[in-house]
């Protein structure tokens, strides 16, 4: 590679390259994701996150497509297919001196390259047609090669030791690249060719193509992830590997409902943000599960998951039920310090990988977040209005009561009536809200919050888990049960208002620090208390005042911290920066509190950021700086892309602005004062199931309301509007 260069163990491209260009082309499938740039290479120089990754492993850390004496084919075109399962280039040749028929000008050989992934393998179908009026001999070269560098060394985590490269085995066109680590397992790579290449050596590949004029010719290339014993795969063919991913994703699509507006744009939004999600979800012993993000999160965590579920629970329960199933079955047992485990807690994250296995890092099953109980909590309430699934709720009702009792023991530290956290193994993560910077938690002098911390969103998660659990009470019969968590809700509403409500500054405290003194600083924290509804009403329209403030409010979303806070920075993780999903939250309690039409104001922003994002795909997060004319929002540079409740993010706010909820005791479909923004004419939901029962559904803007009209119904279930 000529326009590469390496010092020591460091990589640096010439700024000329075509290698310089960080859009990227994700896919995903299983324990399996993939990352290339957009010719459909790989290019693992210093801390990029290119690769095939199994099971928290980079299992190919190069992979190029050359044309021998010319480089890299030139880039027409490059995209992945709107429902995510296909990576899609066309490339056409550099002008070329072929030895036999003389110079072949720039763009006569059109080379087609379709990649995709299927239980833990990489399949790629390479086209080649010759559009000349004259033969070419094309020899092709696939570089290759593997690093099996562990998820957490790509992000920049140096070892003191690595395992062992095992020697290249070559035979009947395939080469089988291995490494033993240091946890004892031995993980291959298989690449198999078809046809069998003319040259096959440890890190590259030959094919000789003759191609007449107008003559085509096709190889198919499988990367296969094997660890331990596992038994090969890679014997399925690229079609029919296809044809597995289109049926799974016609059974994904068959269990939802449909949207359809009469804004493209917007309709590109939710089809993209639907496909990531399908793509993102995972199939466990337990049922489907979000995985939280390409790269650096593609593995379950508790948190992201609830909330992605949350998000998606109006078009598709079946994936709360998932989550709800999964966190169950790996809820904490025992109190184990070194992974922040205590009886009843649910988990943070969990890793497979070298590092995981080893212990090197705390993450292999890691319990540190404070807010994933009782937001599991707040989830099976919210699955069960949304269901009636009362099996389900029974059997995960012994979980419900360890997530309680976990609150009440574990997380109210010292007794008074508010949850906090504080880690207990130095490895473990300092702060355990979903902001978990280090620094995301401070004072208004900028002075960093020592703990145990008392999150204000947290509360709101504790307040609304209760008032669900007490519903779950009852159906399960226990009325008296039902009454104490009542109470202790309205007991904790009253002292959340009075401790953490800064009337000088119009919002919540973001958190009281170990001394009980609170975070005088405005953040998107506040707004989380309107989606549980521990705000107090009084207090409502002034926090939505705060945070649709120009000081919050960037034009494409609400900032995590206001812009004249001390520690605002709007290139932050946490302390400037704008996330969707903590958006689609706060448009959530806008809505709950009669505040609509501001919602639409949350939803009017994200659905402009998202013109202007790559394939019509929101981010993990993005910069928090001010919207400026004929600009778009400004990338955080290692955001995930893409993040699962980031994806889910539109579903949300098309729900809060149409004020939807559901009854499954009548059964009944509820819409509460529903707008619809101006640049929406109409919109159909087909399919909406609630019950036994399922309608088609027309909604039309009018000057001051939404008409709403029934298409279809089958089934016992009505439909409600309330104007």
Known sequence: MDDVIRVDDEYYVLATSSRVDDRTRVLKHGETFAVFDRHGDIHALGRSPHGIFHEGTRFLSRWELLIEEAGRPLLLNSSVKEDNTLLVADLANPELHDRAHGTVPQGEVHLFRAKLLCDGVCHEHLRVVNYGLKPVTLRLIVSFEADYADIFEVRGTRRARRGERLQTVRHDGCAILGYRGLDGVVRRTRIQFDPAPRELAD?????????PPKGEASLYLAVVCEVGEQPARGETSYVTALSCACAELDRARADECEIFTSNEQLNDWINRSR???HMLVSRTEHGLYPYAGVPW?????????????????????????GVLAYLAATQATEEDPQQ??????????????????LGEIPFGRYYGTVDATPLFVMLAGAYWRRTGDRPFLEAIWPNIEAA????DRYGDRDGDGFVEYARRTERGLVNQGWKDSD????????????????????????????????????????????ERLREEATRLRARFNEAFWLDDLGTYALALDGAKRPCRVRTSNAGHALLTGIADPMHARRLVETLLAPASFSGWGIRTVADDERRYNPMSYHNGSIWPHDNALIAAGFARYGFQRRALDVLTGLFNASIFMDLHRLPELFCGFPRRPGEG???????????????????YLLQACLGLTFSHEKPQIRFTHPVLPDWVEWVEIRRLRVGGGEVDLALRRHAQDVGINVLRKEGDVDVAVIV
Not at 340 to 357: F, N, Q, S, V, Y
Not at 444 to 469: H, S, T
């Open 203 to 211: 890190d590259h590949a030959v094919h000789v193509l003759e191609l």
């Open 275 to 277: 496909a990531d999600l």
């Open 297 to 321: 999160f593609s593995t379950p965590f508790g948190r992201d998951g609830i909330v992605t579920a949350l998000e998606y629970l109006w078009v598709n329960p079946g994936l709360a039920r």
């Open 340 to 357: 922040d485990a205590e009886p009843g807690k649910i988990l943070h994250e969990t890793r497979r990988g070298e590092m995981a296995a």
């Open 404 to 407: 309680l009792d976990w609150i």
């Open 439 to 482: 620094d995301a938690i401070f004072h208004a002098d900028g002075r960093l919050a020592e703990g145990p911390i008392a999150l204000c969103e947290v509360q709101g998660y504790v307040y609304a888990a209760k008032r669900a659990a007490a519903g779950l009470a009852e159906l399960m019969g226990e009325r008296r049960r039902a």
């Open 633 to 651: 929002p400004t990338l955080y540079p290692v955001a995930c892309i893409p993040q699962a409740w980031a994806a889910a993010t539109p579903f």
